[in-house]
T-cell receptor, first 115, second 114 residues
Framework: NAGVTQTPKFRVLKTGQSMTLLCAQD?????MYWYRQDPGMGLRLIHY???????AKGEVPDGYNVSRLKKQNFLLGLESAAPSQTSVYFC??????????????FGPGTRLTVL | AQSVTQLGSHVSVSEGALVLLRCNYS??????LFWYVQYPNQGLQLLLK??????LVKGINGFEAEFKKSETSFHLTKPSAHMSDAAEYFC????????????FGSGTRLSIRP
């Protein structure tokens, strides 16, 4: 099991450029999440998905879009990158079967810099 | 709505000393509580969790946490710090919703002095 993987690991963008971050999990988890991590602010939820074909907004969704066309993949898109989106992005997944106490499994992160 | 407050953004202890990282939560219902650890340039890893039952929860690497409902606290402790414990630690509470989202605290960076 690879667990949760993220592509790419690092990326530098210019303001206005677009990109897509890919998250993949091989644990057959129903729930998937995208977070951003900024110094002193912990992890903030951007978007999440409760199953294939579904997405929902989290705490800080503006400037991002997501898609979940396949159960194992959750894509995060930036249509027009801004310097405020410089951050480390983490993907996580969780099984629906384990109940409320089940943990989220995290990917290694993508470090994005927008110039 | 649930929320989490971690007291102290940076804690420094000597190797072999007690580690105490503080976490307070707010929740109108019995909470599910988590501590995650993040080593440099890595993702988050679950240390321990409280769901129901015993209020003293043991986790990996010798860490434990005690759920105190009267104090709305879930502090993380380790009797003797090791250099390898240097990392960032996040307290989190499960939000009650259809997607069971987790609300994270702002994190505490733990440094270990030789």
């Amino acid at each position: 099991n690879a667990g949760v993987t993220q592509t790419p690991k690092f990326r530098v963008l210019k303001t206005g450029q677009s990109m897509t971050l890919l998250c993949a999990q091989d644990m057959n988890h129903e729930y998937m999440y995208w977070y951003r991590q900024d110094p002193g602010m912990g992890l903030r939820l951007i978007h999440y998905s409760v199953g294939e074909g579904t997405t929902a907004k989290g705490e800080v969704p503006d400037g991002y879009n997501v898609s979940r066309l396949k159960k194992q993949n959750f894509l995060l898109g930036l249509e027009s990158a801004a310097p405020s989106q410089t951050s480390v992005y983490f993907c996580a997944s969780r099984s629906q079967l384990g109940g409320e106490g089940d943990e989220q499994f995290f990917g290694p992160g993508t470090r994005l810099t927008v110039l | 709505a649930q929320s989490v407050t971690q007291l102290g953004s940076h804690v420094s202890v000597s190797e072999g000393a007690l580690v105490l990282l503080r976490c307070n939560y707010s929740s109108s219902v019995p909470p599910y509580l988590f501590w995650y650890v993040q080593y440099p340039n890595q993702g988050l890893q679950l240390l321990l969790k409280y769901t129901t039952g015993a209020t003293l929860v043991k986790g990996i690497n010798g860490f434990e946490a005690e759920f105190k409902k009267s104090e709305t606290s879930f502090h993380l402790t380790k009797p003797s710090a090791h250099m390898s414990d240097a990392a960032e630690y996040f307290c989190a509470v499960r939000e009650y919703s259809s997607a069971s989202k987790i609300i994270f605290g702002s994190g505490t960076r733990l440094s270990i002095r030789p």
